[in-house]
């Protein structure tokens, strides 16, 4: 997956950013307090590596001349949620492949994800998907026996319908499979299951810093991978980011690091 585009809205300086489209490098170019920083701090906090910095907050976040007004609209119902940021990402081949695999080469409309989060925090996607086409080819590739095939033919193609009716069959295990993911669908809908499935473990996060004092000036290579290793349990330290980022950036990992220096397992 990979950002081609995100707009910036009513965040800070920003008022409305339109369009920002992106490609394998992007600068952004401009005059000091134009709102360079803010389209970078908006989008990281979309899905920032650090979890706790990616909450929006009003009070600290929209147009301050207009704060006021905007909560007061909140209040009274007259407006819906702000949307700080939204990203538009291109799936890659993979991605494609591994949703058509279950739900055919037809069932997505445009091979691209939308997501957005407002001043509430709350995430939203945009995944354009046939789900008639989907539902169709998941039903038609399925190993059925003729008796489940027959007891389908006339049923209306919703995962509601159908689990109806492969509930009420003999519970083979491809039957099971199937039940499986048509409940999952009925909760989050078609969309919602591929995004859940295929591309929310592959969603890319977003690593934001204005302040080189944030490296220590050296490392041991030894202890960071180990670190890293142990990123569930909150291991890793706030300067470990940035330096992971630019070594990312150098295309290398840590591993690299220490067989092309082998005598030096400390970088500064």
């Known amino acids: 997956m990979k950002l081609k585009s995100f707009r910036v809205r009513e965040f800070q300086s920003v008022r409305d950013s339109g369009p920002v489209n992106i490609d394998d490098i992007a600068c ?3 005059k000091n307090e134009s709102g360079k920083t803010a389209l970078l701090k908006a989008l990281y906090r979309l899905n920032p590596i650090v979890a706790a910095d990616g909450n929006f907050n009003v009070t600290l976040d929209y147009p301050r001349m207009e704060v006021e007004d905007y909560r007061h ?10 949307v700080p940021i939204e990203a538009c990402f291109g799936l890659d ?6 949703i058509e695999e279950l739900f055919g080469s037809n069932c997505l409309t445009k091979a691209e994800l939308t997501l957005s989060k407002n001043y509430d925090n709350t995430r939203s996607f945009v995944l354009p998907v046939d789900t008639n086409k989907a539902l169709q080819h998941l ?10 095939r027959d007891a389908l033919k006339s049923v209306k193609l919703d995962a509601d ?3 109806a009716v492969l509930q009420a ?3 083979t295990e491809e039957v099971r499979r199937i039940i499986t993911v048509l409940q999952a669908i009925t909760k989050r809908h078609v969309s919602g299951y591929i995004l859940d499935t295929f591309l929310h473990p592959r969603e890319p996060k977003f690593l934001y810093f204005d302040e080189y004092y944030q490296l220590t000036g050296h490392e041991n290579i030894e202890e960071l991978i180990k670190r890293q290793n142990k990123q569930d349990n909150k291991q890793l330290h706030e300067s470990d980011y940035p330096l992971l980022g630019l070594i990312r950036l150098a295309r290398l990992t840590l591993p690299e690091l220490l067989e092309r220096f082998p005598f030096k397992s400390t970088i500064s």
Not at 73 to 82: T, W
Not at 93 to 98: F, L
């Open 28 to 30: 952004l170019v401009g």
């Open 169 to 171: 069959q003999e519970q």
């Open 73 to 82: 609209d909140i209040e009274s119902g007259k407006r819906a949620q702000a």
């Open 93 to 98: 081949s993979d991605e494609v492949y591994s």
């Open 161 to 163: 319908s159908l689990l």
């Open 139 to 148: 039903i038609d590739k399925a190993d059925f026996s003729e008796v489940t």
